[in-house]
């Protein structure tokens, strides 16, 4: 049974949002990683990632995976200042096009093109390993066993419910449960992709505040996510993808309310707002 070790680099939504107001939870945009043995799985490149980098800089036997979920700014921004892409032969692994069979893209090499930065990707001297054919497989040989699953987001996303031994974390950002355009997945099938989960990571983005105005740019609603937790019996609940105008003190409150819930209603699900720095060990 391998130790599995899930680190939070980048909660944030949407746009960094550095700050006096920001700095318990953090204003880094999604990145988190799952670390087995010697291997890392990066799950999304915001901002967080640069501090991950710096993180693992000096650990060159460890083997990095890098897997986005969709291509918008707070999943791929930070990637061209992941510092291990600057180490000489360095091996990168990445699966920038895992949902788009035949078709090369990778947004996030695509952005170091010169204009939007300076460094272009034929100067960087790690080893970059695209694997567009069977991904999956790939993946799976490395220990990570991965599941895509569409979320409701406009322009498209997928979460991934990762399998490792026996135990199952599911990383579903960019998720409108309720979304007034066609959905992708309907909240029954969702429930029971997350059923039983030990970890699950949930875009949190919105409170009931924020709408109707916000409804159907994608994300969800904090108590929406509580309930899927609930319903699904998972062990641990992650709250995650918060809005950038959300403060520490917000955050905070949110807490509070989504522990009383889940208290009064007798569940046995562990909430957690997620912050950078949070580790989890399964
Ligand atoms: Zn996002
Ligand atoms: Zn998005």
Redesign the pocket.
């Known amino acids: 049974m391998k130790n599995i070790h899930v680190d939070f680099w980048g909660v944030r939504?949407?746009v960094p949002s550095p700050g006096p107001a920001t700095t318990r939870y953090g204003g880094n945009t999604?990145c988190i990683s799952i670390t087995i043995n010697n291997k890392i799985l990066i799950l999304d490149a915001g901002t967080g990632i640069r501090n991950l980098g710096s993180a693992i800089i000096g650990q060159p036997e460890l083997e990095i995976f890098v897997v986005v979920t969709h291509s918008?700014w707070?999943?791929i921004q930070g990637f061209p200042f992941f510092t291990p892409i600057y180490q000489p032969d360095r091996p990168v692994h990445m699966f920038p096009t895992l949902h788009k069979k035949n078709v090369v893209l990778s947004s996030l090499i695509d952005q170091m093109d010169g204009a939007h930065f300076p460094i272009t990707p034929d100067q960087v001297p790690s080893n970059f390993n695209f694997v567009t054919e069977n991904p999956l497989e790939f993946l799976e040989s490395n220990g990570f066993h991965m599941e895509l699953v569409p979320m409701n987001h406009p322009g498209k996303a997928f979460g991934y419910k990762i399998k490792i031994d026996d135990k199952i974390i599911c990383y579903f950002?960019?998720n409108e449960i309720d979304p007034p355009y066609e959905k992708s997945i309907e909240l029954d099938v969702l429930t029971e992709k997350c059923r039983n989960a030990d970890i699950l990571i949930h875009d949190a983005q919105y409170i009931e505040a924020d709408m109707p105005l916000k409804h159907g740019w994608g994300h969800s609603l904090i108590s929406q996510v509580t309930k899927l937790g609930e319903s699904a019996e998972v062990k641990n609940l992650v709250y995650y993808?918060h809005d950038p105008e959300r403060s520490d003190d917000d955050i905070d409150a949110e807490l509070e309310a989504a522990s009383k819930t889940l208290k009064e209603n007798g569940s046995s699900v562990r909430p957690y707002f997620a912050y950078e720095g949070l580790k989890l060990s399964i």
Request: charged share 20%; glycine share 12%; no cysteine.
């Open positions: 939504g949407s999604s918008h707070d999943h950002t960019d993808h």
